[in-house]
């Protein structure tokens, strides 16, 4: 009799944290929580569906219009004719040779979003950056769709690099629970979003913080359209979408016009107050900012805001800002507004008050860890130095050659002839994606390295199939947390798959450009080596990290970097001292007026916050659109990533839309009903979730369904992006809009 398969348990990690694989037979058939994690995520549930899902790439695939004769107009919806390797490869490294030769490297867009992997070598941000460096460069972009539009403003504001301040030196949760008395959570704090972070999180641990916090009698406020964006218990005010900046002008009148503004603080720590008060009070614009004036604008009732304001300046106070609120037009203002509300409170630099950002968007922010560096694979330098916004792919794909505006910075879009992309779905977290189709069928060539078929991959011109972080080795670990993993290559790759550096070392081959990529070393090679580096880092920080071999054979350690002492806050050194520690801003300062942004000239960015209403928002709604949608991420996966196995799951598709019982009455809608969700830009299904959980006049379609056929007068399964707005945030950000976009709803008869 044949042996029976031998089942092996190993641990790995991944973007939504640690958890133990069942490997049998060369296939994944089952997971189990991380012992370690308390309140483990259920995400990898659905990994062995996922990773043997028929929707995986299987070999390498060129699109026949493409390959018979280099016709564009056919992605999304032509046929792909499977080739060996070497043959796709050979096309590939061609094509590539061909536009840098003859348009320039300034011609290449290299696209990836990083999610692809939480190991730190087979990253495919990296893989693929350092792959067209080594070709000579490519146009690159700057900032995220997450943070984008804050990695603009926020320098200007505070100074120094967002990124750091958002992920190493905001207050810890430990922080907050030794001194916060009440917690203004701006968007709220989501332990469903705080499931994933870049490089993993191992212990989920922010609902946990949030039942120390009611144990505490912590006064938490959830200002926003839904109740759920923060845990049970929290006060919830209900509050407009595209408002906050209203509210928080509001609550600032109220400290000013009550004697309540901490002027020591304003003197010694901001520059710029006297410019922004004669807004504030109205003297500037005839219109004073009082509760009765943000009342109508956000919904919050005008008492209520002025008793939030008493409390806030004589209780110590967090001022927390979700990221979802820069996804908007005119983001950059409740984040601009948010510092200087918290500058007029004084608390800034005291433990536990001021003002943090992205609490609960991802796992890992709020965690007391030391920051380490190291295992990073080089990029190498990018010998082109043109850079577009992450979100502006769209408009630089329709109009190559048009100005545009960009944080002081005016100059053209690049006339883009070949896209690659490695790591991420655009088709997933762009804006209005029927757009972005049209748009996408401009470029000469786009390639794709992709494990699933997914709507971006459907798209492109050249197809390899790459394999996922369970079909390779790697090392996990980020600064936000405190284990570190061995992730053994479980399965052998998936069809013909190969990882991306392989794919990118077959192409580096073909052009001349090998021993740059490569340096002449194996995928393993490059992992020993990082992990050298990276232990010789640990140890300079007296930081005993175990050799290769030993973490290997352990699987995974806990590092000795969690503080347990004094607690970190932000921005503590320069409240004791501002000539001693000043912030990297021109006056050293918290700016409360930019002389920078004045000088920029945008009206829809000036010195000093304002309220701008968006151009779609429940105060334009029309009887065509007249509910505001918002679509946060989704609770089942990051992003967009194992969506095909979660497609075939009994009622998860189409996605749910929350809408409220008095909107769903009006239109015949019951709980569970197919609904059309729609608006001029497109149309697409969704099931509908009745609930008093959101505010009135406002649905939430979480992101993550893929893109269907552009063909199709209907979306089927939920994508909210074929419904947004694809403009930037202002001229200085130029971040998305996602969360600025009306629509209706419709009953489905079937």
Known sequence: MPDTPRRQTFVTSSHWGAFEVDVEADRIVATRPFSQDPHPTRIPDILPAAVHHHARVARPAIRRGWLDTRDRCGRGSDDFVELPWDEALDIAGAEIDRVRKTHGNEAIFGGSYGWSSAGRFHH?????????????????????????????????????????????????WQTLFDHTETLVMFGGINPKNAQVSMGGITEHDTASWFDRFAQKRMRCFNIGPQRSDAPAGCDWLPLRPGSDTALMLALAFVLEDEGLTDRAFLDACTTGFDRFRPYLMGDSDGQPKTPNWAAPLCGVDADEIRSLAR???????????????????????????????AAMLGQIGLPGGGVGYGYGAIGGV??????????????????????????????????????????????????????????????????????????????????????WWTATAKRADIVFPATTSYEREDIA?????????????????????????????GLAQRMGIEDTFTEGRSASEWIRSLYSDYRALAAEQRIDAPDFEDLKAR?????????????????????????????????????????????????????????????????TATEAAPLHLVSPQPGDKLHSQLESALADVPGARPVALAIHPEDAATRGIGAGDLVRVFNA?????????????????VVALPTGAWFGDPDSNIDPDGNPNVLTRDIGTSRLGQGCSAHTALVDVARLSS
């Open 681 to 697: 830009r497109g149309v697409c299904r969704a099931r509908a979730e009745v609930t008093e959980d959101i505010q009135p006049g």
């Open 311 to 341: 409390r806030m300046a004589g209780t110590r106070t967090m001022i927390t800002v979700a990221w979802s609120l820069q996804r908007a037009e005119h983001g950059e203002q409740p984040y601009w507004m948010s510092a200087v509300l």
């Open 555 to 619: 699987n995974w350690v806990r590092l000795p970097i969690r503080v347990d002492g004094p607690n970190r806050t932000l921005f503590a050194p320069f409240r004791e001292d501002p000539q001693a520690h000043p912030l990297q801003t021109p006056s050293g300062r918290i700016e409360i007026f930019s002389e920078t942004i004045d000088g920029f000239g945008y009206d829809d960015c000036p010195g000093h916050p304002v309220w701008l209403p968006p151009s779609e928002w429940l105060g």
């Open 477 to 505: 670990r980020t600064n936000l947390d405190d284990y570190l993993f061995y992730m053994p290559q479980l399965i052998p790759p998936v069809g013909e798959a190969r990882d991306d550096y392989d794919i990118f070392a």
């Open 124 to 172: 495919a941000q990296s893989q693929v950056h350092r792959f067209l460096n080594a070709a000579g460069g490519y146009v690159a972009s700057f900032g995220s769709y997450s943070t984008g539009c804050a990695q603009a403003i926020m320098p200007h504001v505070f100074g120094g690099n967002f990124l750091n301040l958002l992920y190493q030196h905001q207050d810890s």
């Open 366 to 451: 709020g965690k007391s860890v030391i920051g380490m560096r190291g295992m990073t694979f080089s990029q190498l330098t990018n010998p082109v130095d043109t850079v577009i916004p992450v979100a502006r792919i769209g408009d630089m794909l329709r109009h190559p050659g048009a100005e545009y505006d960009f944080n002081g910075r005016r100059g053209p879009y690049p006339d883009i002839r070949l896209i690659y992309w490695a790591g991420g779905n655009p088709f997933h977290h762009h804006q209005d994606l029927n757009a972005l189709h049209e748009a996408w069928q401009k470029p000469e060539t786009i390639i794709v390295n992709e494990p």
